[in-house]
């Protein structure tokens, strides 16, 4: 059984002060939840904050949104793994369309960040997607094949199982457009069975795959009843933390059930 893994990815959102608030509402009304693996993914300026306030939490795991693969040097502007893991990051978002689409991040760029990672055993959630256009020419598994191929060079077969991955159609990305639970179960196959190429079925099938794209707490339950959809990546509805918790509670009623 792999464990749901709901993902809260806020983005260039939220202040400290409001991260702050933000975690102490949503701490509690989670304490319950041990069924679902729960990450948050603040702005780096956050990050020592909300790791502090995490130290006690048992089902919440911090995460960071983005790295360079130096561990140090002439990066102006740019934070390692060392830095994260001194913060008790667990996670890390790598390849997220956004930094492909505005900051250029090329698939062997993504590839150096996956193995950084490793290397600092920080987890990778690694994103993958096709574009509108690309869906429209029928070429999405083509892309999330290559994606996943050019991502992950020369990772070590025993890493694999630790891997997540979101799939994210870009076209349904903060446009409140989700793809139907059909169009994301069908993605999620085929990428596990990409992975099993790479890997082989078995441990294929403990990677946990989890959907983005405009999640919902009124599409969530749909979507994680899929078979291939292991958890939720989640960006305008993890702002506020009721809608977020109602996200939680949808993974954990599916696990249950
Ligand atoms: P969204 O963003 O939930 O606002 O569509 C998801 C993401 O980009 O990770």
Not at 24 to 38: H, K, L, M, S, Y
Not at 52 to 80: M, V
Not at 199 to 208: C, V
């Amino acid at each position: 059984m792999r464990k749901k893994i709901i993902a809260a990815n806020w983005k260039m959102n939220v202040t400290i002060s409001e991260a702050e608030s933000f975690v102490e509402d949503f701490q509690r009304d989670v304490a319950d939840v041990t069924g679902v693996e729960i990450v948050i993914a603040p702005a780096f300026t956050s990050l020592a904050k909300v790791s502090r306030l995490l130290e006690n939490s048992r089902n919440i795991r911090l995460g960071a949104q983005n790295f360079h693969p130096q561990s140090s040097g002439a990066f102006t502007g740019e934070i390692s793994a060392p830095m994260l893991r001194e913060l008790f990051v667990r996670y890390v978002i790598i390849g997220h369309s956004e930094r492909r689409q505005i900051f250029g991040e090329t698939d062997a760029f993504i590839n150096e960040k996956v193995l950084a990672a490793l290397a600092n055993e920080l987890k990778p959630i690694l994103c993958i997607g096709e574009t509108l256009a690309q869906r429209e020419a029928g070429q999405e598994k083509e892309i999330l094949a290559s994606q996943l191929r050019g991502a992950l060079v020369n990772v070590p077969a025993e890493e694999f199982a630790d891997l997540v991955i979101a799939y994210e159609p870009v076209w349904a990305i903060g446009t409140g457009k989700t793809a139907s639970a059909a169009q994301a179960q069908d993605a999620h196959a085929h990428t596990r069975e990409v992975l099993a190429g790479l890997s082989d079925a078995e441990t294929a099938k403990k990677i946990r795959i989890q959907y983005g794209g405009s999640v919902k707490p009124d599409n969530a339950v749909e979507l994680l009843h899929q078979p291939d959809i292991d958890g939720a990546l989640v960006g305008g509805a993890s702002l506020e933390p009721r809608s977020f918790t109602r996200i939680v509670t949808a993974a954990l009623e599916v696990s249950e059930s």
